[in-house]
């Protein structure tokens, strides 16, 4: 794929998805940090129907503390492995206070170090509350990444790599949640909607005539 298709891929995903951002809700950074924790290995909406619970009562580091580890499950047992997710998050809230001042740090390194926090977690971060132009690989954008031929690769890593190489600067700060947001409604695993995309004469995808 060479560079010129690329950015036509991106010029339409933009004009597709003109508000590219998370469907997470959160009104801070902080808020932010722990939906993507509650995240793994579940859904956005049913994250969003916890912490609808969960913020009103807790929404910074402190006061997340307070509630401990138990009072904090009892906010998230709808999500999956909510314990370990609730151990992680008042570590990582401890951490915060005692070494960050109560806020969420801006680097990469700092955001590993918080407990339930990895790559993908600190990628989101850095791109959604602090405009960094990183991309976390999900497992949509892995999908896309090799289905469409954008950007093949065997790990996550290897698809991220190639994409911060190869998407225009222009798209690089939005290209995370256009790729995130095509996968999610668009390009979907079991049953891509290839009659309704709009880079479908641009995707290398061998099936997307039978799809």
Not at 20 to 45: M, R
Not at 54 to 73: C, D
Not at 106 to 128: F, M, Q, S, W, Y
């Amino acid at each position: 794929m060479n560079a010129a298709t690329r950015r036509e891929i991106f010029r339409r995903l933009a004009i597709a998805i003109p508000n590219p951002t998370t469907e997470l809700h959160h009104s801070s950074t902080f808020e932010l940090l722990v939906a993507v924790i509650l995240s793994a290995q579940a859904t956005d909406k049913g994250v969003n129907r916890a912490t609808a619970r969960l913020f009103p009562v807790a929404n910074t580091p402190q006061a997340m503390l307070a509630l401990g580890i138990e009072g904090l499950e009892s906010y998230i047992k709808t999500i999956g492995l909510y314990r370990s997710k609730a151990k992680n998050i008042i570590e990582t809230c401890r951490i915060l206070v005692e070494r960050h001042g109560g806020q969420v740090p801006d680097t990469r390194e700092a955001l590993e170090r918080l407990p339930g926090v990895g790559r993908k977690t600190a990628n989101v971060i850095l791109n959604t509350a602090f405009g960094q132009p990183t991309i976390a690989v999900d497992t949509h954008i892995f999908r896309l990444g090799n289905r469409t031929g954008l950007a093949p690769g065997k790990t996550p890593l290897e698809v991220e790599r190639k994409l911060l190489k190869i998407v225009p600067k222009a798209y690089l700060r939005d290209a995370h949640h256009l790729l995130i947001l095509h996968g999610r409604y668009v390009c979907k695993a079991r049953k891509p909607a290839c009659g309704a995309c709009c880079i479908n004469d641009l995707c290398e995808y061998a099936g997307k005539e039978l799809a």
